[in-house]
């Protein structure tokens, strides 16, 4: 029926059409995967795996959309042995555990399962992931990771589950799927611009030509992106310190309506000297025009909920160089001073969290609050952000030389049609271990856990996230700029506002600015002058540090 190189896709439609009203980076990437698996199926063929018939003709009219000849077909929820034929099933997400339940009745070694994380700090996903050592994971599935730091989110929560069951069922042997790390891509030619593009890009935007463009695409939202106050402030400072016009275009849709005003207003108050403009990134035309119009790329992403960041990728296919955050899976695409600059991040070491979390699993937050909490103790370093937006605004010749650069590796290593291959050589690997029957057992741990292992605290699980984890002897140096009068204000600023409890007591922050003075003191000093926990302390400094108030060092 099919060759050792081909998978049928569960499918619905919200996991891969463009269209829907909340466009999400899974969306971009499933519908991405879905064209080079049609463009690789081999002999035109291709499998559609979905237990609805409206899902099915959804299916065969965007495969026909993408390519005429290609031969979709529909393999219903209850034709395991049209599975079997096939060999392996693609699924778009981490939580593969009732598919191999189902794929009991058709025998373990019947087909393999393989997944992709998106975010992986829902509780939904994160309990998928810990569910997979008590489902009937074999080793020949597997649950790609889209960078270097999801799989060690993966892994954690794999090891506080196999920890939990050793301690609640003296469990001795546990299966766990392979974890490999395959990137998500893009169809680079979608990036390619015609000459004269760009001009009239800018026109539509009514941009000058001297005016140097940032440009930040994708979800325009507080905490589930970017928290966007060190981009506006590292602009405003960058656009001092050259006195370059600059312009800030951010394209996407807000995450929700009151989004959209507090953006706006803190566009204004935090860079008066930059121009922002918004632009309607669900718009395709707007979108294009978007990139065709900028000089360079910003994210700063602070969020725990992505693991890989497809929108730098899109970047360096549109021959921009990137500004990013060292941060998650931008760690592993953007090199540093090659394709552009990697900002570094802070964030509380574990044990700083557990409260956060607990308060997601009460109900007492939202998913929302739990991802947007733990953002605003992120915090980039201020002065190599606003060096390296400086050097990005002025020198033309680097851009064009790290817009060259990224724009090569994406060809190398991100197109879809490489992404894809590597995909269809996991698919044939994982085909041999079926067929081999191989089967491994992990070593026992013991102990007693601390929580579920779905529930941990963020700063445990995405430990791996940031460039620098904060300890008790992270010195901090107070910055010019700060004062407990600095801090009410920027605590009472609707982009922190919202932060809650996540926020310092200003007579915390009152006794550590007076304890800094001139000179640089370890955290661990600090709390104890302070008078306060090593941990609260922690959560303290972080705060700061995301305000541009302290400055962090390593000891």
Request: hydrophobic share 45%; proline share 6%; net charge neutral.
């Amino acid at each position: 029926m099919a060759s050792d190189r081909n998978v049928a896709i569960s499918f619905e439609p919200e996991d891969f059409l463009l269209d829907g009203p909340k466009l999400m980076g899974r969306q971009a990437a499933g519908n991405g995967l879905l064209r080079a698996a049609v463009a690789g199926a081999p002999g035109g063929h291709i499998w559609g795996y979905t237990p609805k018939r409206a899902s099915a003709e959804v299916f065969s009219r965007v495969v026909r959309q993408i390519d005429p000849a290609a031969k979709p077909k529909w393999i219903p929820a209850d034709r395991l042995d049209l599975l079997a034929q096939v060999g392996a099933l693609f699924f778009s997400g981490p939580d593969l555990g009732s598919l191999a339940k189902l794929r009991l009745r058709a025998g373990v070694g019947a087909f393999s399962l393989v997944g992709v994380t998106h975010t992986v700090a829902s509780h939904r996903v994160m309990d998928g992931i810990a569910d997979l050592l008590v489902s009937p994971i074999m080793p020949w599935d597997a649950l790609i990771c889209t960078s270097r730091s999801a799989r060690a989110a993966v892994e954690e929560m794999l090891a506080a589950a196999a920890e939990y069951l050793r301690w609640r069922f003296g469990a001795p042997r546990l299966l766990q799927p392979r974890l490999p790390v395959i990137p998500l891509g893009v169809h680079s030619g979608d990036f390619v611009f015609k000459l004269g593009e760009r001009q009239a890009a800018r026109r539509q935007f009514g941009i000058a030509d001297e005016e140097v463009v940032a440009l930040f695409a994708g979800r325009l939202s507080l905490h589930a992106k970017a928290h966007p106050h060190a981009m506006y402030v590292g602009l405003q400072r960058a656009a001092e310190a050259t006195g370059r016009t600059i312009v800030l275009l951010q394209s996407g849709r807000f995450g929700a309506p009151a989004v959209e005003p507090r953006l706006k207003a803190g566009a204004a108050a935090h860079c008066p000297s930059v121009r922002a403009l918004f632009a309607d990134g669900g718009d395709p035309e707007v979108y294009r025009q978007s990139w065709a119009a900028a000089d360079l790329f910003v994210s700063l992403s602070d969020n725990i909920q992505e693991t890989f960041g497809l929108t730098p990728i899109e970047a360096m296919a549109a021959g921009l160089p990137v500004l990013v955050t060292d941060w998650d899976g931008y760690s592993d695409t953007v090199r540093d001073g090659i394709d552009g600059f990697r900002i570094p991040t802070w964030m509380p070491p574990a044990g700083s969290g557990a409260d956060f979390a607990t308060a997601y699993e009460t109900g007492a937050d939202t998913y929302d609050y739990y991802a947007g909490r733990t953002c605003q103790m992120v915090s980039v370093d201020f002065q190599v952000l606003v060096e390296r937006l400086v050097s990005l605004v002025t020198d033309a010749g680097l851009r064009r030389a790290l817009g060259d650069s990224g724009k090569s590796r994406v060809h190398e290593l991100y197109d879809w049609k490489v992404v894809f291959g590597k995909y269809q050589r996991l698919w044939a690997e994982l085909g041999e271990i079926r067929a081999a029957g191989r089967v491994a057992a992990d070593s026992a741990l013991a102990g007693h856990p601390a929580c579920a292992p779905g529930r941990m605290d963020p700063f445990r699980t995405f430990r791996h996230h940031p460039s620098r984890s904060i300890g008790p002897g992270t010195r901090v140096r107070r910055l010019a700029m700060a004062s407990p009068t600095a801090f009410a204000a920027l605590a009472a600023d609707p982009l922190f506002v919202w932060g809650g409890r996540a926020l310092p007591e200003p007579a915390t922050v009152g006794r550590l600015l007076d304890r800094l003075g001139d000179d640089a003191v370890g955290c661990e000093e600090l709390a104890g002058a302070v008078g306060v926990p090593l941990l609260d302390m922690f959560r303290a400094v972080a705060v700061l540090a995301k305000m541009g108030l302290v400055r962090l060092d390593e000891p």
